[in-house]
């Protein structure tokens, strides 16, 4: 195993700036004392020791996605890691050990070759249909086109060296190859609740009866049709991926990476169940709970800190001024407004001019017809900042689970408009919860739009219980940014962590689900059954010959 201390240049360098950074700040203090600087010397050292070279892949190109990942290489950086990022968002003001790989920035419509399609039609679109259409047909594409990146191939050819991978989990499993390239350990990361297939992978229980798939719109899964459905597509996913999808990544590692190999790395299969350390995006306070194995940790909320309300100014005053509050609206960052067929846009447009609070809305175009005075439109909204004023009723939205972990955090009580993905599964736990209410696209009309809307706006059950939400959410032993760098710390710590991993990885599904032996059991049964009726036809039959040698005795008795 090779150690992680990769240049002690590099990490006295880091002391030192941390240093100097600590002094400024105990310059503040009125009372500074030695004894105190020392202490602090000391821990700064003391966390020191450890600086790695760490690779972190967000290849998928969805702002949202990075808006939810960005916080870990830059909290890695700042604990002093040389961090370099293969991404496509720039960071405008990034720390000096932090280096961007740029990928090309591509639409996916463009990878698919087609027009952008207005994102509601999704809506109409089964769990299966999403997977071969947008997930696999898109991600597929998405990957190839960071493969094929110029400055991501400029990378790969240089001489690096690194102590641990993080990727994301999202069907760009090609990139996990580097793992096996720099002979590091792999941390695997999701922006979504929950990840079916990596239970498959790393013998974690599948809890088909309380955990739904990812991606599935079940109202009630614990219903007979709930867990079969949920068990069906379990299936059908991990069937397509691994024999399928699994196979095309294969062939982007032949096509785009073998180049920069020294030797045949093994499967994706296998490097993804050998994976150190999945984090997902879930936690047990709002999600379902759930058993979940040492090496996956949940770390929900990690992209949140309380706000320092950093509005801009004309948004701040528009939020303060709002005497009766205000009404949020935003479905998100890949589906547009300014796209609502114009029945269902009108019905948004009646409504909202009705209301006494003031309405912010992020509508992407500039034009906005017959506009109601108390509506403010913006292309683009801080919506954590936002969701942060106390002034904020409700929230809006298309259910994605970001910004529903944004309003949780704040306490908002959310209306939810489920598109695709996982945004309906998150509005019924929503519901579930009683901190907002679902309003199925099709069912959009000015009667169910303004009755919702008064009914959260009105009646403070939803915002006390948003409010309890938001306390339990944030009520944990650390922070989900520090739990996850603890987790992140420790695989390096551990070289890999392998002594986490479960043994059920090397255990065939037969015997990992126990189906040996409950055919021996059977089988006993069967075959004791069997002898008992046997046995039974035996003794009758005996009987009966008894029976029949008696009646024959008496017979000649009588004679
Ligand atoms: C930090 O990582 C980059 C790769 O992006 C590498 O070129 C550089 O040498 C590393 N710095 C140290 C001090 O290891």
């Given at each position: 195993m090779r150690h992680i201390i990769p240049n002690s240049a590099f990490v006295i360098k880091n002391v030192i700036i941390h240093i100097l950074a600590h002094f400024s700040v105990l310059q503040k203090w009125h009372q500074k004392t030695v004894s105190i600087s020392v202490l602090v010397l000391a821990t700064i050292l003391a966390s020191h020791v450890q600086s790695a070279n760490i690779l972190v892949i967000l290849t998928f190109t969805s702002k949202s996605h990075y808006i939810l990942l960005r916080p870990i290489g830059l909290e890695l950086a700042r604990r002093g890691h040389n961090v370099t990022i293969i991404t496509a968002f720039k960071e405008i003001d990034p720390p000096p050990n932090y280096q961007e790989v740029m990928i090309d920035d591509i639409e996916v419509w463009d990878v698919l070759g087609g027009e952008r399609p207005n994102i509601f039609t999704m809506v109409d679109k089964s769990a299966e249909e999403f997977h071969e259409k947008v997930l696999w047909g898109g991600l597929y594409g998405f990957t190839q086109v960071a493969l094929n990146s110029t400055e991501v191939r400029d990378f790969l050819k240089k001489d690096n060296t690194f102590d641990l991978v993080i990727s994301e989990l999202f069907f760009q499993e090609s990139f996990y190859v580097l793992a096996h390239k720099y002979k590091a350990p792999l941390v695997l990361v999701t922006t979504f609740g929950n990840c079916m297939k990596q239970n498959f992978l790393t013998g974690n229980p599948l809890q088909l009866g309380t955990v739904v798939f990812e991606y599935l719109d079940l109202i009630d899964l614990t219903s007979l049709w709930g867990r079969f459905r949920n068990a069906y597509f379990t299936m059908y996913e991990y069937f397509w991926w691994k024999f399928w999808y699994l196979e095309k990544q294969e062939q982007l590692v032949e096509t785009y990476l073998a180049e920069f190999l020294t030797d045949r790395p093994p499967s994706l299969y296998d490097i993804q169940k050998n994976a150190s350390l999945l984090m997902i995006n879930r936690h047990?306070?709002?999600?379902?709970?759930?058993?979940?194995?040492?090496?996956?940790?949940?770390?929900?909320?990690?992209?949140?800190?309380?706000?320092?309300?950093?509005?801009?100014?004309?948004?701040?005053?528009?939020?303060?001024?709002?005497?009766?509050?205000?009404?949020?609206?935003?479905?998100?960052?890949?589906?547009?407004?300014?796209?609502?067929?114009?029945?269902?846009?009108?019905?948004?447009?009646?409504?909202?001019?009705?209301?006494?609070?003031?309405?912010?809305?992020?509508?992407?175009?500039?034009?906005?017809?017959?506009?109601?005075?108390?509506?403010?439109?913006?292309?683009?909204?801080?919506?954590?900042?936002?969701?942060?004023?106390?002034?904020?009723?409700?929230?809006?939205?298309?259910?994605?689970?970001?910004?529903?972990?944004?309003?949780?955090?704040?306490?908002?009580?959310?209306?939810?408009?489920?598109?695709?993905?996982?945004?309906?599964?998150?509005?019924?736990?929503?519901?579930?919860?009683?901190?907002?209410?679902?309003?199925?696209?099709?069912?959009?009309?000015?009667?169910?739009?303004?009755?919702?809307?008064?009914?959260?706006?009105?009646?403070?059950?939803?915002?006390n219980k948003a409010k309890e939400v938001s306390r339990r959410f944030k009520d944990r032993p650390m922070?989900?940014?520090?739990?996850?760098?603890?987790?992140?710390?420790?695989?390096?710590?551990?070289?890999?962590?392998?002594?986490?991993?479960?043994?059920?990885?090397?255990?065939?599904?037969?015997?990992?689900?126990?189906?040996?032996?409950?055919?021996?059991?059977?089988?006993?049964?069967?075959?004791?059954?069997?002898?008992?009726?046997?046995?039974?036809?035996?003794?009758?039959?005996?009987s009966e010959y008894l029976m029949k040698t008696q009646q024959l005795c008496m017979k000649i008795k009588r004679l």
């Amino acid at each position: 195993m090779r150690h992680i201390i990769p240049n002690s240049a590099f990490v006295i360098k880091n002391v030192i700036i941390h240093i100097l950074a600590h002094f400024s700040v105990l310059q503040k203090w009125h009372q500074k004392t030695v004894s105190i600087s020392v202490l602090v010397l000391a821990t700064i050292l003391a966390s020191h020791v450890q600086s790695a070279n760490i690779l972190v892949i967000l290849t998928f190109t969805s702002k949202s996605h990075y808006i939810l990942l960005r916080p870990i290489g830059l909290e890695l950086a700042r604990r002093g890691h040389n961090v370099t990022i293969i991404t496509a968002f720039k960071e405008i003001d990034p720390p000096p050990n932090y280096q961007e790989v740029m990928i090309d920035d591509i639409e996916v419509w463009d990878v698919l070759g087609g027009e952008r399609p207005n994102i509601f039609t999704m809506v109409d679109k089964s769990a299966e249909e999403f997977h071969e259409k947008v997930l696999w047909g898109g991600l597929y594409g998405f990957t190839q086109v960071a493969l094929n990146s110029t400055e991501v191939r400029d990378f790969l050819k240089k001489d690096n060296t690194f102590d641990l991978v993080i990727s994301e989990l999202f069907f760009q499993e090609s990139f996990y190859v580097l793992a096996h390239k720099y002979k590091a350990p792999l941390v695997l990361v999701t922006t979504f609740g929950n990840c079916m297939k990596q239970n498959f992978l790393t013998g974690n229980p599948l809890q088909l009866g309380t955990v739904v798939f990812e991606y599935l719109d079940l109202i009630d899964l614990t219903s007979l049709w709930g867990r079969f459905r949920n068990a069906y597509f379990t299936m059908y996913e991990y069937f397509w991926w691994k024999f399928w999808y699994l196979e095309k990544q294969e062939q982007l590692v032949e096509t785009y990476l073998a180049e920069f190999l020294t030797d045949r790395p093994p499967s994706l299969y296998d490097i993804q169940k050998n994976a150190s350390l999945l984090m997902i995006n879930r936690h047990f306070s709002f999600h379902k709970p759930a058993a979940l194995l040492p090496n996956i940790v949940e770390i929900g909320g990690i992209h949140l800190s309380q706000s320092n309300s950093s509005l801009p100014k004309d948004l701040q005053e528009i939020l303060d001024n709002a005497e009766h509050g205000v009404v949020y609206v935003n479905f998100g960052s890949n589906i547009r407004s300014s796209e609502l067929p114009a029945n269902k846009k009108t019905a948004f447009i009646n409504v909202f001019k009705k209301l006494k609070q003031t309405v912010l809305w992020k509508w992407e175009e500039d034009q906005f017809e017959d506009k109601p005075a108390n509506l403010v439109t913006r292309k683009w909204l801080p919506q954590k900042d936002i969701l942060a004023h106390p002034n904020i009723k409700v929230f809006i939205a298309h259910g994605g689970l970001i910004g529903i972990q944004e309003a949780i955090f704040n306490g908002v009580p959310i209306v939810g408009v489920p598109i695709y993905a996982d945004q309906f599964n998150n509005m019924v736990q929503i519901q579930q919860a009683g901190i907002g209410k679902m309003l199925e696209y099709r069912d959009i009309n000015e009667n169910t739009l303004e009755n919702i809307l008064n009914d959260i706006i009105y009646n403070d059950t939803y915002k006390n219980k948003a409010k309890e939400v938001s306390r339990r959410f944030k009520d944990r032993p650390m922070t989900p940014l520090d739990t996850a760098m603890f987790w992140i710390e420790y695989v390096l710590r551990h070289k890999d962590a392998d002594f986490m991993k479960s043994p059920a990885r090397d255990m065939s599904w037969f015997r990992y689900f126990m189906l040996d032996l409950y055919t021996v059991v059977i089988t006993i049964i069967i075959v004791l059954a069997i002898l008992v009726i046997i046995g039974i036809r035996l003794i009758k039959l005996i009987s009966e010959y008894l029976m029949k040698t008696q009646q024959l005795c008496m017979k000649i008795k009588r004679l």
